[in-house]
């Protein structure tokens, strides 16, 4: 199977699977839906959040006292930049239909200066899925979003420094239980 390139992804919840779907958009594809299990989710949220704390140019110059409170404010302006996109209208791939639905096995990241790379592995599968490549505003739009659904879901993920992470505007979650980035 061809590695195709994720036009936007949406994150919702699956009450009866207990699994977290990520509804991906391609370009020239029918949309997938990948599910993210708890065993899955743990893993990734850590490896990420350690990647955003250890790539911050601001935060590395800091006494580690003052990181938290940095990453804080990095995190918030990230999010209020989404925000600001996601109001502006976004192109929507020509390809529409009902979403094959895929069981995450492995995702793996690589990561490059001001971005990050997270490729999608199906089913067992030793080829990957599906990639998306995020800057560090999406990225940290993409953390926030996975563990806003991991807590509001009753998943017991809690990675270490996670505290500016945990600190923001709880009613910020979405009622419908949506979040999308185009």
Known sequence: MTLIHIHN????????????????????????ALLLTRRMAAPLLEKLVKLLMNTSEVAAALPARLREEVMLMEHAHALAKVAEQAAQPAAVPGVQGKAVRRLLTRIDFQRQPERCTLLFFCNGGDTAFAVITLNRVQLHWFVDTLDRFAQRFGWEIRPPQRDWLALRDEG????????VLH
Request: net charge negative; proline share 3%.
């Open 9 to 32: 992804i949406t994150f919702n919840f699956n009450e009866a699977e207990d699994r977290i779907v990520l509804r991906c958009t391609f370009a020239d594809r029918a949309p997938a």
């Open 172 to 179: 910020a979650v979405a009622s419908s239980g949506m979040a």
